[in-house]
């Protein structure tokens, strides 16, 4: 199959439909040895300093070649995307375009798709085959998610890492299955994490610094039970078909929708605390504001650049938070018990 690259998730059943093996970008850039080398390819090609690390990393993993072609989102995603666009042509990179509708609505959708699908010369139909085919990689991610939040058998690392290949699959979605079901296997012969530990969501783009921020919250007694944007990957809310798929997909549409979906998480996972991960020079950070608001619960607001490691100001910044939700959860139990 001919290698094409993403820039976020798309709805990856069109390109397999259509005879193409997604390749995440993300995924290649965050997970190389030297990330910073695939930036300073971009810099040298003059992408400014201030310009986000994910797009900067993304080009840096495209010129190193290997990709027949680079499928863009150019609505849903991130504006600096059409731009990337624009300099992967100019460097004789065959690019192709998809755009999420404006709004969650099925009929659009199903024509973004339909024309996606067309400009790849397959059909809607024959994508609506390949969704079968992968729903049970999703159902084993989804249910290690289960086993992370109710059971406490999953780390938050594993359940970040799983979660965020669910975009492309690792490139072998039966692989990929395989590898996932061993994984809970594994986790159900394990003992359960400690209850009194405290219970964090994660929100907002996936970290660059990802392995070290779920080792150092849980070597504080902290876990991340709930991944936000990473849980999306794996397409939580099927529906019937693709366009009610990508249509209950919430992160390319409005803040709002994320919220609802957020909200409702918090609650079912009895989350003590939130974390927001901004990424610097990012348009969604301005997001911050909306999600604070609608957030009955301390948040804290982390930024990363392309510090790959979590910085010692940004571990202060956390312990000083686990701190206070603790002494807030503390409260809070010696409340309910007070009358007793
Ligand atoms: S982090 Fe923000 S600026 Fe960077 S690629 Fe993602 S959406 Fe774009």
Redesign the pocket.
């Known amino acids: 199959m001919k290698k094409t690259g993403i820039?976020?998730t798309v709805p990856i059943e069109v390109l397999l439909a259509a005879g193409y093996q997604p390749v995440d970008l993300?995924n290649i850039f965050i997970s190389h040895p030297e990330p910073e080398k695939l930036l300073a390819v971009a810099e040298r090609d003059g992408f400014p300093l201030n310009?986000?690390?994910?797009?900067k990393g993304?080009y840096g993993v495209c010129l190193q070649g290997g990709l027949d072609s680079v499928l863009c989102v150019t609505s849903g995603?991130?504006?600096?995307?059409i731009m990337l666009m624009e300099v992967l042509k100019l460097k004789g990179i065959k690019t192709m375009a998809f755009a999420y509708p404006e709004q969650p609505d099925s009929r659009r959708m199903s024509s973004a798709l339909k024309r996606l699908a067309g400009d790849l010369g397959t059909t809607l139909e024959a994508a609506e085959g390949l969704r079968d085919e992968l729903q049970p990689a999703r159902n084993a991610v989804l249910e290690l998610d289960r086993l992370t939040w109710q059971e406490g058998l999953v780390s938050d690392w594993e359940n970040h890492i799983s979660l965020v290949s669910a975009s492309d699959f690792n490139q072998d979605n039966r692989r990929y299955l395989a590898g996932t079901e061993a994984l809970i296997e594994e986790c159900r012969r394990r003992q359960p994490y400690r209850d009194d530990m405290l219970r964090l969501a994660y929100i907002g783009?996936p970290p660059v610094f990802g392995r070290q921020l779920y080792g150092f919250l849980e070597s504080n007694k902290a876990r991340v039970v709930f991944n936000e944007v990473q849980r999306q990957f794996a397409m939580p809310r099927p529906g019937r078909n693709l366009p009610e798929q990508y249509t209950n997909y919430t992160y390319p549409y409005s803040i709002h929708g994320r919220l609802r979906d957020i909200r409702a998480e918090i609650k079912r996972r009895r989350i003590d605390a939130v974390v927001h991960y901004?990424?610097a020079?990012?348009?969604?950070?301005i997001g911050d504001i909306i999600l604070r608001r609608g957030l009955n619960l301390p948040v804290l607001t982390l930024e990363g650049n392309s510090d790959f490691g979590l910085s010692q100001q940004n571990r202060t910044r956390l312990e000083a938070f686990l701190d206070i939700v603790t002494l807030k959860r503390q409260g809070r139990r010696t409340l309910v018990r007070s009358p007793v």
Request: proline share 0%; net charge neutral; hydrophobic share 35%.
């Open positions: 820039t976020t993300n310009c986000c690390a994910w797009i993304i995603d991130c504006s600096n995307t783009v901004v990424q020079f990012c348009h969604r950070a």
